[in-house]
């Protein structure tokens, strides 16, 4: 097998080793990362977001050790290069062997070395660690400096000012960011900037920093100064090219290791590359050219011809809410360009086209404000303009405005991150790639910075896919317009809605559910009435959780999992008298297992009598509002956790929704009752509580973000009525807070300025929906056992009703009952009597539902 | 501990019938499980357009005897009920799961006669329909 030993494990290292597997199907490489960070590759571009939520688990890449042919060395320094024995000695005192060796060591920070660089206030904008230690030093402190308005400057400036410091910005050009826009746009931009609370020095020159009495620091900018606290740099990069250096490999004009258009360097086996390589004496600082260098040196080791010839630079970028894309020649550099410009301060938008001398040919632009323009025309560069360049970025008008997909040509990239062509995207879709996931799993195009992915839905609807958010085969509806149509016409039966809006038939386990859930929550009788009944998923139907041996568990509610000793001495004496299988839930309460459909009458009759209700846990409705024991009890409690949690859940059990709904309520930041995997989370602060919405546990593990933070309780309150509202009106059937909030033009941004400022108009709608939910509500254990018609239907036997099931048997383990036999593999054990002639296949579960 | 009370029978010639429950006690597109006297259980049920299907109520998946607490609808016109286990969905007419066509449950006929609804005890020889 052969040795590849790479240097690095930046996001261009980490891409390097997946570019390499992916070539590699049979594993003739055996792949060695060395990575001193102790920390595996993560995303960089996204750094600021470990301060607005994101944790290192949100940014890691994908492991990629899972194959086996690659061993990541973390924590772990290569020291030397011996080129002639063609070996890495590292700083554990290894020596690996290579045959190919990739340097991607990437970058440092430039620290210009002016007068007090080196005091402990200074910081760098990096790592991880770099960001723990800016985090670190923001305790106490009221202001930092930022020295650089570049790109990575501004992230910078965001950073500090999450962490609730006045930012300042100094910048020596002068205008903000002036690598990708011009002078107008820098105009626009420092405005928008300033207006987002950060303060933006121009045209300024750091002469030293000092230090100061009341401050730490005093920032001299020539006749001017700052006094601040912390000061973080980031005016530039340096090639990290010493250990090539010191092996002796060709160095770039400006730094960086020399590789030529294979991206290998002036030793064969050696390669380098993103921003520690020098290609044709540039050195790259974004990653996009990193992953299209990384992706010719896979090439090269399967043996393919692949070539560097230089980058697209194309940025977009959401810097402190503020849209700024810069693409092609922006700066308008090739001779008898001319330039195409739409200045828009009131609108808050600037726009320019660089265009050819005689105006047909698209050569660069930039966008500042509004940068919606950016995924049609990147691509374009190059090409023939498809109209009027002013049109281009004329504001967009109802259609959506702008340019359509169709103008692009095959050869137009769709994705700069991953070097993904319309033509490329076009072949997928007509190998039945039919929709975004797969695409982007099938090209890898959308899955880098994402600003492609509104393009590849246009590409799929240009291509004639539909893209059907129909709910089964009997509605061509989705439910949020299932919903609408319930609530606009009154229609109060499933036989009513699916006569006049459905397809024909009569439902079945997709629609029915999904109908039930919009019709209870809108209308609130009880589930099992009328024709309601026949809709209900079993769970619903039995008001308890299916077991796989057919029986059923039996959760009462126990609302913030506050109980006392009398009513867990009744579910005690339930279990033992009824002869179940007792354990503690997640959410704080206790499930009660193997109940047969005759006993569960009876089990509900001693719990309802006792106090006890419904508590849910087997509708796609609220389960429970989990919570610390707060001020009661805790020595850091800032506020009465348990109350909220109790108020909070009674407010909103019985609230039928598209997927279950979990909350949660800490009463302070340490946090203990996890509120922040929860659908809705509240965290107590000194001054109220914090609303956290959209995490989840589960498969795909989600962090719950900040919708509004401070909030009296009436306000929370109100928030939560109209974000659960909204969410049960408007969300696909079966999806998930957190998917929902992802999927909604807008995002988080979107939902709080539905939920918050009430931009749609519908607060006071929203609010009196949920009004009307927690008035209606009454237990629905109770309304069966009130009602002999809903009762009858809790038998065994239809000619038998009280004769338990013979096939449910059950065992014991660890003193408790549990199912008898084997678990079920999912296959029948005896192939059916009518089973045809032909190989008898695996069934595969149904993916519909899990 | 329980002692199995076996249902009473009504027999007709060599066939065996079950009664299963009076007429109005089966609400349309709901099933009800029903025991035989061998102690097989079938699942029965009511379509929307009165008509009575009878299948083998073990869900052939994980042996769980529910399938009378499935969905009944419809597949392209085909009535069907979908377990509620790993919602497999089976053809009433047949009893062909349609996700996966070697398994199939067995049938049972079905009548109403005195207000009764009754299940034949045997299975059903042959499916008609495949």
């Known amino acids: 097998m052969r040795q590849l030993v790479v240097i690095g494990n930046g996001m261009v290292g980490h891409r390097l080793v997946e570019a ?16 001193e960070e102790p920390r595996p590759a993560y995303d960089r571009v996204s750094l600021s977001t470990y301060f607005d939520g994101a944790t290192e688990t949100d940014l890691r890449m994908p492991d990629l050790s899972a194959t086996g042919n690659v061993e990541l060395r973390l924590g772990q320094r290569a020291t030397g290069i011996d080129t002639e024995s063609r070996t890495v000695t590292t700083s554990t005192g290894d ?51 930022v020295i650089g308005g570049g790109l990575l400057g501004l992230e910078a400036a965001n950073a500090l000012r999450l962490l609730g410091l006045q930012a300042h910005v100094v910048e020596m050009a002068p205008w903000l960011m002036p690598r990708q826009v011009d002078e107008g746009g820098g105009a626009l931009l420092g405005h928008l900037v300033e207006e987002t609370g950060v303060r933006v020095h121009t045209g300024a020159a750091l002469s030293a920093i000092e230090p100061g009495d009341e401050h730490a620091a005093r920032v001299r900018l020539g006749e001017d100064h700052i006094d601040t606290d912390m000061v973080v ?20 004009p400006r730094g960086g290791v020399a590789v030529d258009a294979t991206c290998r360097t002036s030793d064969p086996a050696i390669y380098a590359v993103g921003e520690c ?12 050219p990193g992953n299209a260098m990384a992706e010719v040196v896979a090439d090269q080791l399967a043996g393919g011809e692949a070539t560097f010839t230089g980058a697209d630079t194309s940025t977009k970028l959401k810097l402190l809410g503020v849209d700024v894309a810069s693409f092609g020649d922006c700066h308008c550099e090739t001779p008898g360009a001319l330039e195409v410009v739409l200045n828009d301060p009131p609108g808050r938008r600037y726009a320019k086209l660089v265009v050819s001398d005689d105006a047909s040919t698209l050569l660069g632009g930039i966008l500042v404000g509004d940068a919606s323009a950016y995924a049609g025309l990147r691509p374009l560069v190059g090409h023939q303009l498809p109209g009027d360049p002013l049109e281009l970025i004329a504001p967009a008008r109802e259609g ?23 033509g490329t995207i076009h072949s997928a879709i007509a190998d039945g790639n039919d929709d975004v996931g797969s695409l982007k799993s099938c090209t890898k195009a959308g899955t880098g910075c994402g600003s492609c992915v509104p393009m590849l839905k246009k590409l799929l609807t240009s291509a004639g896919v ?72 079993t769970n619903d139907h039995f008001l308890a959780n299916l077991q796989r041996n057919g029986t059923y568990s039996v959760v009462p509610r126990i609302p913030g999992g506050e109980i006392t000793p009398d009513k867990l001495i009744v579910i005690g004496e339930v279990a033992r008298d009824f002869g179940l299988y007792t354990k503690i839930t997640g959410g704080q309460r206790i499930d009660l297992f193997g109940a047969r459909v005759e006993q569960l009458p009876a089990i509900w009759g001693r719990l309802v009598e006792a106090g006890f209700e419904s508590g849910h846990a087997y509708g796609k409705a609220l389960r429970t509002v989990k919570s610390c024991v707060g001020t009661t009890w805790c020595r850091y409690g800032v506020q009465d956790s348990v109350a909220m949690a109790i108020e909070l859940e009674l407010r909103y059990r019985g609230l039928r929704s598209p997927h279950k709904i979990k909350a949660a309520v800490s009463g302070c930041a340490r946090e203990c009752a996890e509120a922040r995997s929860k659908d809705f989370g509240i965290i107590a602060t000194e001054n109220g509580w914090n609303l956290y919405v959209g995490g989840n546990g589960g498969f795909n593990p989600r962090h719950a973000q900040l919708l509004a933070s401070d909030l ?49 108009g519908i607060a006071a709608e929203l609010e009196r929906a949920m009004d009307r939910h927690v008035s209606n509500y009454s237990d629905e254990w109770r309304g069966v056992l009130e009602d002999p018609d809903k009762l009858a239907r809790f038998v065994s036997f239809a000619n038998a009703p009280e004769t338990p099931d013979p096939t449910i048997t059950f065992d014991t383990e660890r003193d408790q009952p549990v199912p008898a036999g084997p678990v079920p593999l999912g296959m029948p054990e005896t192939p059916p009597a009518t089973s045809g002639s032909g190989p008898t296949e695996t069934p595969h579960p149904n993916p519909r539902e899990a | 501990m329980t002692t199995t009370t076996l249902p009473t029978r009504a027999d007709t010639g060599t066939d065996v019938w079950v009664a299963a429950c009076p007429t109005n006690s089966l609400i349309p597109e709901r099933g009800v499980a029903v025991l035989l006297p061998n102690g097989d259980q079938v699942a029965l049920f009511r379509t929307h357009d009165n008509t009575l299907y009878a299948i083998d109520n073990i869900d052939p998946f994980t042996n769980a005897a529910v399938l009378a607490r499935g969905i009944v609808g419809d597949r392209g016109g085909e009535p069907t009920v979908a377990s509620p286990m790993l919602k497999h969905v089976f053809a009433l007419r047949t009893g062909i799961c349609l996700d996966n066509p070697d398994v199939a449950q067995r049938t049972h006929r079905v009548r109403e006669h005195d207000g009764q609804i009754h299940v034949r005890a045997q299975p059903d020889q042959h499916h008609d329909v495949r």
């Open chain 1, 95 to 145: 020596t690996l062997n290579y045959d190919a060796l990739v340097l991607a060591t990437g970058s440092s920070p430039f620290v210009p070395p002016v007068p007090g660089h080196d005091l402990d206030l200074c910081h760098v904008y990096r790592t991880i660690d770099d960001l723990d230690a800016i985090s670190e030093a923001a305790r106490g402190a009221r202001t930092g400096v």
């Open chain 1, 712 to 760: 009296d309780s009436a306000t929370l309150v109100r928030y939560i009525d109209r974000f659960l509202v909204f969410y049960t009106r408007t969300a696909d059937r079966l999806q998930r807070t957190a998917a929902w909030i992802e999927d909604m033009e807008g995002g988080l941004d979107h939902l709080r300025s539905v939920i918050v400022d009430d931009s749609l």
């Open chain 1, 400 to 422: 959506g405005g702008g340019l359509g997909v169709d103008a692009l040509p095959d050869e137009a990239q769709v994705c700069s991150c991953h070097a993904v062509t319309k």
């Open chain 1, 20 to 35: 390499v597997l992916d070539r590699d199907p049979d594993g003739t490489w055996q792949i060695t990362v060395l990575g």
């Open chain 1, 466 to 537: 539909e893209q059907s958010n129909a709910l089964c085969e009997h509605f061509t509806h989705s439910r949020a317009e299932l919903v609408e149509i319930v609530l606009s016409t009154g229609i109060t039966t499933f036989s009513e809605l699916i006569a006049k809006h459905g397809t024909g038939g009569r439902g079945c386990d997709i629609c029915k559910p999904a109908v039930a859930s919009i019709l209870a929550s809108v209308d609130g009788g009880h589930i099992l009435e009328g024709e309601q009944a026949a809709l209900q998923d």
């Open chain 1, 233 to 252: 740099f980031s005016v530039g990069i340096r090639p990290r090219d010493e250990i090539a250096h010191t092996a002796g490999l060709r160095m770039g």
């Open chain 1, 277 to 288: 390589a020098s290609a044709a004496g540039t050195v790259y600082g974004l990653v996009a």
